[in-house]
């Protein structure tokens, strides 16, 4: 059997240059009012195995508002696994990635929070 955990892949908009939290992306708000989505969900419910999971929230192109986006990872369940798993986050505009962070996740919590500006 394959070790199972099950993690989260958060986004929040926020708006340029006020600061104001907007919309959180996340398993239980899917898809947000500017039709940001969360696409892939990996091992959801522990439903794996997936032992390389993936989580990926992305705008369809060209419909990305300008503004901060803050994301993170975060070790939702470890299910079976009995390993604290390592974490690649990328964040790409259009094909290119424009920034890559990788990292160990804690155990049972949630990375440090990223900004990114587009």
Not at 48 to 59: I, N, R
Not at 112 to 117: C, K, L, M, Q, S
Request: with cysteine; glycine share 12%; charged share 20%.
């Amino acid at each position: 059997m394959i070790p199972v955990s099950e993690g989260e892949l958060p986004i929040f908009e926020r708006s340029r240059g006020t600061g104001r939290a907007g919309e959180h992306i996340y398993c239980g708000h899917k898809t947000s009012s500017t039709n940001g989505q969360l696409d892939v969900d990996s091992n959801a419910n522990c439903s794996g195995p997936d032992a390389s999971p993936t989580e990926k929230v992305f705008w369809p192109v060209g419909s990305a508002p300008r503004g901060t986006y803050e994301f993170y990872a975060s070790r939702y369940s470890a299910c079976s696994a009995t390993t604290t798993p390592a974490f690649t986050l990328r964040v790409f505009e259009g094909e290119a990635v424009v920034r890559t962070i990788n990292g160990t996740m804690p155990e049972g919590g949630e990375t440090e929070h990223y900004t990114h500006v587009y």
